[in-house]
């Protein structure tokens, strides 16, 4: 008897509508549109800003989107994995306030913290739920409101980070598609580099570390794009060796939209063209778990069945990944 497979059946996805350019940032901070374009790529970023919202107000969006467009049952859902690195509160989980937003009375959920490879972690997660056979209805969504612990006055970190969610509904598969593979890694050491300082308990928010700017996120830019050059570009050729596929066997890569530079060097390591590389870090930046979920959202439509992806990710922590997937439905 083969063993269940956890097949994607649908993404759905949510952006704010206010675009934050490279030209209004520039009237924030020592910048400019050249720049932020020739060194990272972005020409512009969405900002969540209606008072009251939250990352959980973006994931629910996302999670509503996935279940309209599938025809899903919000009580037929059985498991709901929330990855984010912007919980609304330290607890309860934001997935727990995702579920209540979105209707999932019958499901249980929790949060996972892995920053820009949060996704892929919740991805790998969520598929051994279904592959276990105990569940057969399991919802991934990443989401991440950045532009809350985003400094608008570091001009080296602030036209890298957008808001946004993208959620993927997990069932079992009926056939040989479905999530079929994963590498997953981490660093500890590599905290030092990307962080956020204060606000944890090892620095408990007090008025100096407000004053000092603590609460933001903090990232020393030359060890976090050589790892992730390396990283990224190590774990994406590694599954494609591991599963014996070759560049023309891959129809997308789908990389954590963080750097340009940093998708290029990934994509020549698996010597694959530019049109094979989903990207869209021009128009949403870095939106951290997102990131990917928003790419197969934008692609869905150029995506069909038994299409093979690769899912690459790099992150604080250090963490990061890779999946690959056999695509399991046509366009809708």
């Given at each position: ?10 993404v759905g996805a949510y952006v704010p509508t206010y675009v934050l350019t490279n030209d209004e940032l520039s009237q924030m901070v020592d910048t400019t549109d ?56 330290h607890f309860p989980a934001t997935g727990n306030i995702i579920s209540e937003k979105t209707g999932l009375a019958n499901a249980f959920s929790f949060d996972i ?214 695509w399991s439905y046509d366009p809708k």
């Open positions: 008897m083969s063993r269940i497979k956890a097949a994607i059946t649908g050249e720049w932020i374009m020739q060194r990272i790529g972005i020409k512009e970023r969405r900002i969540l800003k209606e008072k009251g919202k939250a990352t959980s107000s973006l994931g629910a969006r996302a999670v509503k989107d996935l279940l309209a467009k599938t025809g899903t049952d919000p009580l037929d859902i059985q498991l709901l994995i929330c990855a984010t690195i912007t919980p609304d509160m913290g892995a920053a820009c490879s949060g996704f892929i972690f919740a991805l790998e997660t969520g598929r051994r739920y279904v592959e276990s056979g105990a569940y057969q209805k399991v919802i991934v969504v990443g989401t991440d409101m950045m532009s809350a612990i985003v400094d608008y006055e570091d001009r080296t970190t602030c036209p890298l980070f957008g808001d946004g969610a993208g959620a993927v509904l997990l069932e079992p598969s009926k056939d040989d598609t479905g999530v079929l593979d994963s590498i997953l890694a981490v660093d500890g050491s590599g905290a030092k580099h990307l962080h956020m300082y204060a606000g944890g308990s090892l620095h408990p928010p007090t008025h100096a570390t407000v004053d000092a700017r603590q609460h933001f996120i903090f990232q020393e830019g030359q060890p976090v794009f050589k790892m992730a050059v390396s990283k990224m570009a190590d774990v994406s050729v590694e599954i494609m060796k591991r599963n014996n596929l070759s560049n023309k066997d891959i129809k997308f890569l789908v990389p954590h939209q963080a750097n340009m530079r940093i998708i290029e060097a990934t994509a020549r390591r698996m010597e694959i063209e530019r049109e094979q590389v989903m990207i869209n870090i021009d128009r949403y930046g870095n939106t951290t778990a997102a990131t990917i979920p928003l790419c197969l959202w934008d692609y869905e439509k150029q995506l069909k069945k038994g299409d093979n992806l690769v899912l690459s990710s790099f992150g604080a922590g250090f963490t990061w990944g890779s999946i690959y997937v056999k």
